[in-house]
């Protein structure tokens, strides 16, 4: 059955080949980021691959609460209520945490921390109400390992797998299931500046992990109708290595 999927950072990396599997299997799909013609572009790409059914792209910042909101509610007013929320959306800037100004530690956390909660918070409601409603937030292998250079991103990280299991705490006697995924390496734009010579030391398979890939561990929690309040790494076995 067509579900309502609602994907935050959907524009690209991880978030776009999420949005481009769940379309593949024929859910209605609202692509959200902050640049509108990337998400347009998204919403096109889409179409050309094989997307019918109905769809929508949105621009909003997931740290702004009353974006959130708005966007939420669009979604719901075309789409149908939210069945499954992705939240993707992610920032990182690598720095010594000796060198980090504050406001850089207050919006790196309320992207990558406070954005997922807000999100969750717009459509849980309805997901309680309707006994029915899957969510999955993307963490971070260094939210679990911790690495130089990232320690606000990891502390976002870590604070994201604490609320995930919190949240499916509270709302899994109604039906409603909440998980984490914790990409390693990724090929995305993120990755960008990591080099060869720290994949081939850190990943036992040795490479970096696809978009794709990642999309496909995402589908099987969302279909996975037993799991709730997990964590599932799909990282090369970087999490193998001390
Ligand atoms: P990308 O940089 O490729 O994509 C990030 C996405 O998030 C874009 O769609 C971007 O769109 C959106 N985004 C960023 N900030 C905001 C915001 N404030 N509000 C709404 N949307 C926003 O990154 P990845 O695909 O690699 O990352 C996806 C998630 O996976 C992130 O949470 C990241 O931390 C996590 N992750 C990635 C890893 C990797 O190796 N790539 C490893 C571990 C975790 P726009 O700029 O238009 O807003």
Redesign the pocket.
């Known amino acids: 059955m067509s579900k309502v999927c609602a994907i ?9 080949a999420v949005a481009t599997r769940f379309a593949q299997d024929g859910h209605k799909i609202a692509v ?4 509108k013609e ?2 347009d572009r998204t919403i096109q790409e889409l179409v050309e691959g094989g997307l019918k059914g109905p769809h929508l792209g949105v621009s ?4 702004d609460e009353k974006r959130v909101h708005a966007t939420v509610k669009s979604i719901q007013d075309t789409l149908g209520p939210v069945d499954i929320l992705v ?6 800037k690598d720095v010594l945490l000796l060198k980090t100004q504050a406001a850089d530690m207050t919006s790196l956390l309320q ?2 921390l406070v ?1 997922p909660m807000l999100t969750c918070r717009a459509v849980v409601r309805s997901m309680v109400q309707r006994r029915t409603g899957t969510i999955i937030n ?5 939210g679990m390992k911790g690495n130089p250079g990232q320690c606000v ?1 990891s502390a976002s ?1 870590a604070g994201l797998q604490g609320f995930t299991k919190s949240l499916a705490k509270e709302v899994a006697s109604r039906g409603v299931r909440v998980n984490l995924i ?10 960008s500046g990591v080099s060869e010579a720290v994949v081939t030391q850190s990943v036992p398979l040795q490479r ?2 696809t ?1 794709a890939e990642v999309a496909t561990a995402v589908r099987f929690l969302a279909y996975s109708t037993y799991i709730t309040g997990t964590v599932l790494v799909v990282d090369g076995g970087m999490q193998l290595n001390t």
């Open positions: 935050f950072g959907g524009s690209r990396g991880i978030g776009k959200v980021s902050r640049n990337a998400v909003c910042d997931v740290s939240n993707a959306a992610g920032v990182n992207t990558n954005g993307v963490g971070s292998i260094v991103y990280k914790v990409p390693g390496f990724i090929d995305t734009d993120m990755t970096l992990g978009p």
